[in-house]
Nanobody, 119 residues
Framework: QVQLVESGGGLVQAGGSLRLSCAAS????????MGWYRQAPGKQRELVAR??????NYADSVKGRFTISTDNAKHTVYLQMNSLKPEDTAVYYC??????????????WGQGTQVTASS
């Protein structure tokens, strides 16, 4: 199992920056993939950014503005968000995908953190 604890959300003016952090309860070397998803009111949860041993991928809407990174020593994944837009407003969730014997790939989720970019 993996517990994920997020921090760093808040209210910022459009054009501003925030950095989200997600601390995992185990080494992220043992985790297949980590990522950030978001869910705005009335919308489905969507992938924002993801990182695996093979690299990173981003939603088209955040490319060039958001950067996902990890600190393996701290078991932490970050999402640096620059040039925030009102449409980035959502609850952001940290996700970890763990390969589990007998179960395949299992998803774990953080509790979510609110990000609001005001116009």
């Amino acid at each position: 199992q993996v517990q994920l604890v997020e921090s760093g959300g808040g209210l910022v003016q459009a054009g501003g920056s925030l950095r989200l952090s997600c601390a995992a309860s185990r080494s992220i070397f043992s985790i297949h993939a980590m990522g950030w998803y978001r869910q705005a009111p009335g919308k489905q949860r969507e992938l924002v950014a993801r990182i695996t041993s093979g690299g990173t991928n981003y939603a088209d809407s955040v490319k060039g503005r958001f950067t996902i990174s990890t600190d393996n020593a701290k078991h932490t994944v970050y999402l640096q968000m620059n040039s925030l837009k009102p449409e980035d407003t959502a609850v952001y969730y940290c996700n970890a995908v763990v390969v589990t014997i007998g179960k395949g790939m299992v998803d774990y989720w953080g509790q979510g953190t609110q990000v609001t970019a005001s116009s």
